[in-house]
């Protein structure tokens, strides 16, 4: 029987909720609910970019590497369609949101920490994917996006 990520109390397969695919209790999953909602409103918009510039901008000051680590699970049903998937062929719809949820995720928490630095602007961004467990067969997925923070100037347009 499977636990709630937050209070650990034993919840049913059929009373899990997953939020993030993380599962949680009833009570758990709707403060997850609100404390995502209320981060993705509260985050500035960074400039994130994987040149080492920013077009039309100047970097005034690099403020340090930043990076951030997410950790998903894929659970047992995704596992099962997705090797149904690997004989019949095509996509698997179930991985591949938790993919793009590992990359948004990944993606906020690297903004949070350019936010702290005061930066205008991450450049030279790399995401990487690994698989931590499983052996090929789901597991977990780890995410790691990095970048250098910096703040930025407008470049003035040549008069001609």
């Given at each position: 029987m499977p636990y709630c990520r937050s209070c650990q109390t034993r919840v049913t397969t059929l009373?899990?909720?997953?939020?993030?695919?993380i599962g949680y209790c009833r009570h758990c999953a709707e403060d997850?609910?609100?404390?995502?909602?209320?981060?993705?409103?509260?985050?500035?918009?960074?400039?994130?970019?994987?040149?080492?510039?920013?077009a039309g901008r100047e970097i005034t000051e690099p403020l340090g590497i930043v990076s951030s680590q997410v950790a998903f699970g894929m659970n047992v049903f995704r596992d099962i369609f997705a090797g149904v998937r690997d004989i019949v062929g095509g996509r698997s719809d179930a991985q591949q949101k938790?993919?793009?949820?590992?990359?948004?995720?990944?993606?906020?928490?690297?903004?949070?920490?350019?936010?702290?630095?005061?930066?205008?602007?991450i450049v030279g961004v790399d995401l990487d994917f690994t698989e931590l467990s499983g052996g090929g067969k789901g597991g977990m997925v780890l995410v790691v996006a990095t970048g250098t923070a910096v703040k930025l100037v407008a470049v003035p347009e040549a008069a001609e």
């Open positions: 009373e899990i909720e997953y939020v993030n695919d997850e609910r609100k404390y995502v909602t209320r981060f993705r409103k509260s985050v500035t918009p960074i400039i994130m970019v994987t040149t080492p510039n920013v938790v993919f793009a949820d590992s990359r948004k995720a990944a993606f906020d928490e690297l903004m949070i920490e350019a936010g702290r630095l005061g930066a205008d602007a």
